[in-house]
C-alpha cells in the first residue's frame, strides 16, 4: 500500500528493456564518427533483418507521424488521387496528412471497433484506375482492431498503386510479410514493440514506391527520402540524429534477434488472447470482437462507468498507467497494451488490479476470476508444453 511502483501499460510508449536504457549512458559520442557509423550501420541492417525486408530502409529522428508524412510529401504530387482507409484515430491521422497535402482522398471509413474490408479497397481501386496509393494501419491502436493487410497487399500489388502502412503498432504483434504481401512502405516507430523510448521513425520503401518518387513534386526538406538513402549507404543519417536512442535501437534490435520476431509476435498474441478471455470472464464487453488485433485490447467500460474512472484508478491505487479511449471513444473504453518488453507476470498483475478497480466502483466481480482465465492461457501455452517435454 505504501510502495507503489509506476508500471507502464500503454501501447505507446511501453516498457523499456532495460540494457537498451543502459546503452544511452554512452550518448556522449559525435554522430559524425566511425564509432558511431557502425552502430548507425548496425541498425539500419538489423531493422532490415527483424523486420523481413529487402525494401531499402531509412530512419529519421522523429515519432512515427513524421514517417508517415515523409511518405506523402516524397512519394505523391498535389491532386494525386489516393485511397485512405479509417477506421479510427489513426485512419483519421492519414487522411488529414492527405488534405495537408492537396491529395485527393477517397475515405473509405469504418465505425470505431470494425475495420475497412480488402474488398472495399480492391472496389475503389476499380473506380478509380488512376489511383497512386493506398493508406492503411496494420494496427488501429485507437480501438484494438487489425487490418487484413495481406489481401490489401494482393489487391493493390495488381495495380500502378502503391501500399503504404501504418505498422507502427503492427510491428513486433502480428505477421508482416512486407516483400511478399507488396507493402510498399512500412512504417515503424521506436517506442512501440522495439521498447525504447519516443523519438525515433523507420520506414522500408520498396522499388515500386522509389519509381513514384522520381515524379513527385510535393515539397519536403528535413524528411527527404532520397537524402536520407543517400546519407544512409554511408552510414550516417542527413541530420543531426538521436544519438541516444539509436544506441538504445542497437541494443534492442540484439535482444529482439536473439529472441526472434516470431516469437516476439507470438508473446503479444497469447497476451491479448489471455486479456480477451480475462475480461470476458469479468462480464466485461470487448470493443473490437470481430477483427481484434494484438497490440492493446480495447474494453467497453461497464455500464454507467466512465473508462476515465478505471484508468484514474489504475493510476491512483497502483501506480499503473493505462490507455484511455481516443476521439470519439474517450469515456468510452479503455486499452491495455501487449507490444514489446511485457510478459504474463504483468499481465496477472493488471488482472488483479482491475477485478480491485471493478468491484471498488460497484461492478462487483468473483476476485481470482479474470486472474485464473490468464493463468488457463498461460498454462495451455507454456505450462503443458514444459510437462510434455519432461
Known amino acids: 500500500m505504501y510502495i ?6 500503454t501501447p505507446g510508449p511501453t516498457p523499456l528493456y532495460p540494457p537498451a536504457l543502459h546503452a544511452m549512458m ?4 559525435h554522430h559524425r564518427t566511425e564509432d558511431f557509423r557502425k552502430v548507425y550501420r548496425s541498425c539500419l541492417a538489423d531493422l532490415k533483418e527483424v523486420m523481413g525486408t529487402a525494401h ?3 530512419m529519421f529522428a522523429a515519432s512515427g507521424t513524421g514517417a508517415m508524412d515523409a511518405a506523402v510529401s516524397n512519394l505523391f504530387s498535389k491532386g494525386d488521387k489516393v485511397v485512405v482507409c479509417s477506421a479510427g484515430k489513426f485512419g483519421e491521422r492519414w487522411a488529414e496528412i492527405a488534405k ?6 477517397t475515405v473509405l471509413t469504418a465505425p470505431y471497433g470494425d475495420v475497412v474490408t480488402p474488398q472495399r479497397v480492391e472496389a475503389a481501386l476499380a473506380q478509380e484506375p488512376a489511383t497512386k496509393g493506398v493508406f492503411v494501419q496494420a494496427s488501429e491502436t485507437s480501438t484494438g482492431a487489425m487490418h487484413d493487410v495481406e489481401a490489401m497487399g494482393r489487391a493493390i500489388s495488381k495495380t500502378g498503386a502503391i501500399f503504404v502502412v501504418d505498422a507502427i503498432t503492427g510491428f513486433g504483434t502480428m505477421p508482416l510479410d512486407i516483400d511478399g504481401w507488396g507493402l510498399d512502405v512500412a512504417i515503424g516507430g521506436s517506442q512501440k514493440a522495439f521498447m525504447i523510448p519516443p523519438g525515433l521513425a523507420f520506414m522500408s520503401v520498396s522499388p515500386k514506391a522509389w519509381k513514384l518518387a522520381e515524379t513527385a513534386t510535393l515539397p519536403h526538406y528535413y524528411f527527404n527520402l532520397k537524402k536520407e538513402k543517400k546519407s544512409g549507404d554511408a552510414g550516417e543519417s542527413s541530420w543531426t540524429p538521436a544519438t541516444s536512442l539509436i544506441l ?11 529472441l526472434g520476431m516470431p516469437h516476439l509476435i507470438v508473446n ?3 497476451l491479448a488472447q489471455a486479456t480477451r478471455a480475462a475480461v470476458q470472464a469479468l462480464g466485461l464487453e470487448l470493443f473490437a470482437p470481430g477483427s481484434p488485433g494484438s ?34 471513444m474517450k469515456g468510452q473504453i479503455f486499452r491495455v497494451a501487449h507490444l514489446g518488453y511485457f510478459d504474463f507476470a504483468d499481465l496477472f498483475g493488471v488482472v488483479a488490479e482491475l477485478e480491485i478497480i471493478l468491484n471498488a466502483n460497484g461492478h462487483p466481480v468473483q476476485y481470482g476470476t479474470g486472474v485464473a482465465a490468464v493463468e488457463e492461457v ?8 514444459q510437462t510434455k517435454k519432461a
Open 4 to 9: 507503489r511502483k509506476q508500471r507502464l501499460l
Open 26 to 29: 554512452a550518448s556522449d559520442i
Open 56 to 58: 531499402d530502409l531509412l
Open 100 to 105: 495537408a497535402y492537396g491529395l485527393d482522398a
Open 248 to 258: 538504445a535501437l542497437a541494443e534492442a534490435l540484439r535482444y529482439v534477434k536473439q
Open 268 to 270: 503479444a498474441q497469447m
Open 295 to 328: 497490440s492493446v485490447t480495447a474494453v467497453k467500460a461497464p455500464a454507467g462507468m466512465d473508462s476515465g474512472v478505471i484508468v484514474k484508478e489504475f493510476r491512483s491505487r497502483f501506480g499503473a498507467i493505462i490507455a484511455n479511449g481516443q476521439g470519439t
Open 378 to 385: 498461460y498454462a495451455h501455452a507454456a505450462v503443458e508444453p
